[in-house]
Structure formats: C-alpha cells, structure tokens
C-alpha cells in the first residue's frame, strides 16, 4: 500500500498526461459540464471579494462563477503547468498561483470563500485531508467559507479497495483516493477550528453529490 502521505505528491503524473479534451470529457460524463455544482453554492459566495479556487484544472469552476455575474478577486491554485498555461490563455481575468502545493499554500491576502470541487479532497489521504483542511482554516479571513463538494458514493470511475479506497487508473496514469465519511470530514472541521460546519445534497444530471460548508 502506498504511504498515506504521498497520495497527493503521487497522482500529480495523472494531471500532467490527461489531455484537456479528455478532462472535459469526464466533467460531461459525471453531469459536471452544466456547473450544477457552481449554482448550487453561488448563493453562498456572490458577495466574497476574494475567492481561492484550489485545483482550478481547465478552469471549469472559475467559468462557472464568472458566467453567473461573480464580481470578486478569484485566486486560482494549480500545479500543472500544461493547466497552468491553458487558464492563462483561457481566463486571463484571473490570478494564478503556478505549481502550488495546496498542502503548503502560502498567500498574502485572506480569501472570504474557498472552493474545492468535483471530488478534489479525494485525492489526498486521511492524514493530508485534515492537514489542509486545518491549513485552508490558517489562510481565511474570519467568518469566511470553505466549501468542499464530494460524492454521495462513487460511480462511474475507480476500483474501490475497501471500504473507503479508491484506485483510478488510464492508460496515461493513476491516482490513489480516499473517501472520508461524514462524521470525518465533520472531526477534521472541528479540529481545524471551524465555528459551524454545514452541508447541501444536490444531484448533477447522472450523480448525486453533496458539498460541505466549513464557516470561519
């Protein structure tokens, strides 16, 4: 089994063969094309000044909020520079943090509300989720959101292993994931200092989902 800190060091190779077509594939296929997700939570965030979009990918979350009138500063956190160079040409409005590590992330301004959508936390194992989390908690501004969106159950991709282990592999790479259950990603929040923690289900046009509202 691979060491439970390295999960998110390790599935960076999956980000850096996948093609961008291929990605938005996968948005397609699990009913994320629409930002279903991004409407479901842009009630919450409208008003925030400065936004901190971690894991921004093609930028498919900043679209979302751009398209929906959001006005504030979005700070947008990616790691793979083929990403990297895609959001620049893509959505040149917003500020890119290169090649970050989400784990070490370090920021001169406390964003109001941080987005980490379509399963990200998954990616990090137990040790690294809580970690973050208590690190995410570090760089708000008080009374700020953080919002982390994750299945209700898997489907479509990944071998489980376990109850809570997922294994995804293609033909340009792997990633190793973890599933928290509730009453964890609730102790992770509590433990990192959050003052009230909430959660909304919602379903996308093929899955259902549920994104969790950690308030500073």
């Known amino acids: 089994m691979q060491n439970h800190l390295l999960f998110n060091d390790n599935n960076i190779g999956f980000y850096q063969h996948i093609k961008i077509d291929t990605f938005k594939s996968f948005a397609e296929l699990q009913g994320f094309d629409t930002c279903i997700d991004v409407a479901t939570i842009f009630p919450y965030l409208q008003n925030a000044k400065i936004l901190l979009e971690l894991g921004a990918g093609y930028g498919r979350v900043v679209r979302g909020l751009l398209d929906r009138g959001f006005k504030g500063k979005i700070i947008a956190v990616e790691r793979v520079a083929e990403l990297i160079d895609y959001l620049k040409i893509h959505i040149p409005e917003?500020?890119?943090?290169?090649?970050?590590?989400?784990?070490?992330?370090?920021?001169?301004?406390?964003?109001?509300?941080?987005?980490?959508?379509?399963?990200?936390?998954?990616?990090?194992?137990?040790?690294?989720?809580?970690?973050?989390?208590?690190?995410?908690?570090?760089?708000?501004?008080?009374?700020?959101?953080?919002?982390?969106?994750?299945?209700?159950?898997?489907?479509?991709?990944?071998?489980?292993i376990g109850e809570q282990r997922i294994k995804v592999e293609a033909e340009w790479g792997k990633i190793d994931a973890y599933m928290p259950r509730h009453d964890e990603l609730l102790d992770y929040g509590h433990q990192a200092g959050f003052s009230n923690i909430t959660w909304i289900e919602y379903e996308t046009s093929k899955l259902e989902r549920i994104v969790y509202i950690f308030e500073k």
């Open 94 to 160: 917003i500020v890119v943090l290169e090649q970050q590590d989400l784990k070490k992330l370090s920021l001169d301004v406390a964003p109001d509300a941080i987005t980490w959508m379509w399963s990200g936390i998954l990616e990090l194992s137990p040790t690294e989720q809580a970690h973050t989390i208590q690190h995410l908690h570090s760089l708000m501004a008080k009374g700020g959101r953080l919002f982390i969106e994750i299945p209700r159950k898997v489907k479509y991709v990944g071998v489980h």
